[in-house]
């Protein structure tokens, strides 16, 4: 035999329905100012009295009577609004608008805020106030007594209790008593619920149907700023002429948009809708991006930062969806992406907007927990992707081509900005990129942005083909024919500019063979410059340079005379008597000593005859100081113009290079010793046989260069010479040589207080020259 049992339902049950599920006590006020607003309530006043530990919720709804208390509002989840049909739902919520909920545990809200509540109410059809008293901590004392058992009060009573501020229900309404709060309700807490209960109202300030009020009584008449008095936005007002924004509404299977930008509106469109999942129900939405100014204006108005008042918010049935759309909520994905490319994509502190959405019965559910958005499922996601791609992503594609392209534009709160050539360029892209579509008709568009340019420089092919589609699309004749005049004027242009293009390439060229030749002549005339200037006073100092280099080498032909006297008197041993080993030695080192001193003369004789041979072959061009051999400048540069003036073209020598490495060297030098310097490195490589000698500099340290010395001559014959000798006076692997040209040029470098010496494996005659500039 079969026993019929049924379920028993413990009293603990009040808490998983009331605090574990409405755990937040803004969520719990929100949830009683619901039933206020679906009871067809105009006016709902919250005065918290701290002093006595309470606070009172008033309506001026349709009330209840005591058998409404006792079968519905006492009915654990029943909800009349859940079980209208759609037959009679339109004629029942017209009084308020639609339901705001529909689950039937709002009213377990109460015991989230405090530990009793005391309900009053009076329906316009009788005259006696209906009260009912119930002490949530009853159901609290055993969890295994049955929740139905514990009893609570249900009477009738001849008046409301009093209140300060609001005024008590006279015909219908209802008063919920919260007592023991279980929260302490300051003037800080009072304006973060007024902030969040205007967002569950109304962000935008656009309804007029119910004004909600708070109330805190601290002893005073004087209101208090911020927490006494309506809760209300003005936000569409304050943001519509301030920025960039759309409005979409999503209807009868047809989504039309329109985008504004600081009041203006640049572009309507129509779409079929691609979500059939909508099309019993009417989706609106008003989405504003916000740049600097708009960020700021906001903070300023609303004392608040926008990021922490929230984002998109949605609505459902005039009544918001917590808690999408607030600070840290993400429901929409948008900070995601953004993640993904932070000048490309908008996030949630980028915008703020509202999504309203009207729809039957169920068609949307919410989930219980009433802070965890819409239950998934098609309808919410097709919901959501409406959102983000025929709102969001419409807006974002308007904002990172036309406002995020102008720097200045995140500080304007005006459309200033759009009447120049390249921000009408990029709406124009914008605008032709919807009307390349064949499932978006154009409804209308700015004629003063999207239009051909007076100025044929600033229309671009892709701006022309983009007005085209406009035209053709929006059967627009007059911009057409811009658009033709436009292509006649810019091509007549072209032809004009690319004549004038070959002229100026000509005149170019012929300035550039002209500075060239400019800039040769300037090189030249820094040292060396032309034979038709020198006049008798420099011809006088030039002789004057060459007699001092005479007297140089008659001194030292003297001195060599007097050095072969010495070593022939020490070689004649005709009147000398048979001589012992001792003296053959004294005559050797007498004859040696002579014979060197004999060497340096001879050396001597040789480097003047070298200066004096450049002096003279500088006669027709010398520009510098001759007085004094030296100069002062950029000793690069006179090696530059040495080789380009001097060296180009002479016969009987390789053909020579100077890469002075784009460096400079200043230092006082002599002209004539760098001449001889160079004259026998040259004349030495010209005996190896070579071809080319290449002289480049280097740089060494901060100031000084290296200049390398490469020939491809014959190098040295290591079997015949010592390279370790080379710069040593009179040695030489010639049987020609005098073994005094690279004895000369470690003389001229020594006394510049640089060096030389053979570079490479010694088996090339290679060379690296040291030289310092000034201190």
């Known amino acids: 035999m079969t026993a019929i049992e049924k379920f028993r339902i413990s009293s603990h049950l009040k808490d998983i329905i009331g605090r574990d599920l409405v755990t937040n006590e803004f969520v719990a006020i929100f949830e009683l100012v619901k039933n206020s607003f679906d009871a067809g309530a105009t006016r709902v006043d919250i005065e918290f009295n701290p002093e006595d530990s309470s606070f009172t919720i008033v309506d001026d709804g349709q009330g209840m009577t005591l058998d409404d208390i006792r079968d519905k509002w006492l009915f654990v989840a029943y909800s009349e609004k859940a079980i209208v049909n759609a037959e009679n739902y339109r004629d029942k919520i017209k009084p308020a608008g639609q339901f705001a909920g529909s689950k039937g545990i709002g009213r377990f809200a109460c015991d989230t805020l405090g530990e009793q509540l005391e309900l009053y109410s009076i329906t316009a059809n009788s005259s006696k106030i209906s009260k009912l008293y119930i002490d949530w901590t009853k159901f609290e004392k055993d969890s295994s007594e049955e929740f139905q058992s514990v009893n609570v009060d249900l009477e009738t009573t001849k008046k409301f209790p009093s209140v300060y501020n609001p005024k008590a229900p006279s015909t219908q309404g209802t008063m919920l008593v919260i007592k023991n709060t279980r929260h302490e309700w300051d003037e800080d807490r009072i304006k973060r619920l007024r902030r969040d209960l205007a967002k569950l109202i109304d962000p935008f300030g656009t309804s007029t149907d119910v004004t909600v009020y708070t109330w805190l009584l601290d002893g005073s008449t004087e209101r208090i700023d911020g927490v006494d008095g309506a809760v209300g936005n003005e936000i569409a007002e304050l943001l519509q002429e301030k920025t960039s924004r759309i409005e979409v509404k999503i209807e009868n299977n047809d989504i039309t948009s329109t985008l504004y930008d600081r009041g203006r509106k640049i572009y309507s469109i129509r779409e079929t809708s691609p979500y059939p999942e909508l099309d019993d129900d009417t989706v609106e939405g008003q989405i504003y991006f916000l740049n600097r100014s708009a960020k700021k204006t906001f903070t300023t108005r609303m004392g608040v930062r926008s990021v922490e008042f929230g984002s998109v918010f949605l609505f459902l049935n005039k009544f918001r969806i917590f808690p999408i759309g607030e600070e840290n909520d993400d429901t929409l994905g948008l900070n995601r992406r953004k993640q993904q490319g932070q000048s490309r994509y908008l996030g949630t502190r980028d915008i703020i907007g509202r999504v309203d959405v009207s729809a039957l019965p169920k068609r949307f559910r919410e989930v219980s927990s009433r802070d965890a958005g819409l239950v998934e499922d098609a309808r919410s996601r097709s919901l959501y992707e409406a959102i983000r791609r025929h709102m969001i992503f419409r807006l974002e594609r308007y904002v990172v081509g036309v406002n995020w392209k102008d720097k200045q534009d995140t500080d304007r709160d005006t459309s200033d900005g759009l009447e120049t050539d390249k921000a009408r360029e990029r709406v124009l892209a914008i605008v032709g990129g919807l009307a390349r579509s064949k499932d978006i008709e154009i409804l209308y568009y700015d004629q003063d942005l999207v239009r051909v340019s007076d ?71 820094a040292f060396l410059g032309s034979s038709q200037d020198v006049d008798v006073e420099r011809v006088q100092l030039l002789m004057h340079q060459a007699t001092i280099h005479l007297g140089h080498i008659r001194s030292a032909i003297t ?32 004859i040696r000593q002579s014979a060197v001193k004999l060497s340096t003369s001879i050396a001597g004789a040789t480097l003047s005859g070298d200066r004096l041979g450049t002096v003279l072959s500088f006669a027709p061009n010398i520009r510098i100081e001759l007085q004094t051999d030296k100069v002062h400048g950029d000793l690069l540069q006179f090696l530059n113009e040495y080789f380009e003036v001097r060296l180009l073209g002479v016969p009987g020598i390789p053909k020579a290079s100077f890469d002075d490495g784009n460096l400079t060297l200043v230092r006082d030098f002599s002209p004539v010793d760098i001449a001889v310097l160079v004259d026998n490195l040259l004349d030495n490589a010209r005996k190896a046989k070579a071809s080319k000698v290449d002289f480049k500099a280097f740089q060494k340290g901060k100031n000084a260069v290296i200049i390398k010395v490469v020939d491809d001559g014959l190098g040295i014959d290591e079997r015949k010479v010592d390279s370790s000798k080379i710069f040593e006076r009179g040695y030489t692997g010639s049987m020609s040589g005098t073994g005094l040209g690279l004895y000369s040029v470690s003389t001229i470098i020594n006394e510049m207080h640089g060096s030389i010496v053979l570079a490479g494996d010694g088996s090339r005659a290679d060379f690296e020259i040291f030289i310092p500039g000034e201190k």
């Open 455 to 525: 100025d044929p420089d600033q229309v671009t092919d892709e701006a022309l083909k983009a007005m085209s589609i406009v035209a053709e699309s929006s059967g627009n004749t007059t911009l057409a024919e811009q658009i033709e005049d436009a292509k006649r004027r810019i091509e007549e242009l072209r032809v004009s500019r690319e004549e004038a293009r070959q002229v100026a390439q000509q005149a170019v060229a012929d300035r550039n063979r002209a500075d060239a030749h400019i800039a040769l002549l300037e090189r030249q005339a």
């Open 559 to 590: 001195n060599a005379a007097h050095d072969v006297r010495s070593i022939l008197r020490h070689a004649d041993t005709s009147n000398s008597d048979a001589l012992d080993l001792d003296d053959v030695e004294d005559m050797f080192a007498s």
